[in-house]
């Protein structure tokens, strides 16, 4: 039974991970960012049960990677709570991620590990996350900013820039 659960936790895992584009064709949306822009890196380290820095702020319709650092001695979880529902999200590390009808819930991160977290945000706003393992009390939050500009568009590039409703 365990090793069904993992093969479909595997599977689904495979399934959200696709190409930014098509990710904007199942949320029928468009956008002005194009497939292939650069993701925007953030490196949050987990230190004394806390996630550092925090908040992080990211632009909205940027890909975004959340590369997280276990630096403590004992396990710890990423936890998106409400954000990450119905976003594609492709994860990658050596963490163990759970995907339930939602999408990610939850990433244990073992002790030294690195786990890294892509999704592209679609709406501007502040999130929490935490870690759910009990009695760490931990949260650090993501604010998704508004762009002033222009998203960048690559030179020679074809994308529309549509009004969003
Ligand atoms: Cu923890």
Known sequence: ???????????????????WFHDRLVLGQTSASTPDAPAIRMDISIKARQ????PVSVPVWRPVMLVFHNQDVELHAFVPMRFLEGVPVHVDGNGAPQFG???LERVLIPSGGKEEIRFLPTTASQFEYCCDLP??????????????????IAPGGHTSVETTP
Do not use: D, T
């Open 101 to 103: 009808e939602q999408g």
């Open 51 to 54: 996630f550092l820095p925090s």
């Open 1 to 19: 039974m365990w090793h069904n659960r993992a093969l479909i936790n595997r599977i689904v895992a495979l399934v959200l991970a696709l190409p």
């Open 135 to 152: 009695g760490h009390q931990m949260v650090g939050k993501i604010v998704v900013e508004e762009e002033a500009a222009e998203p960048n």
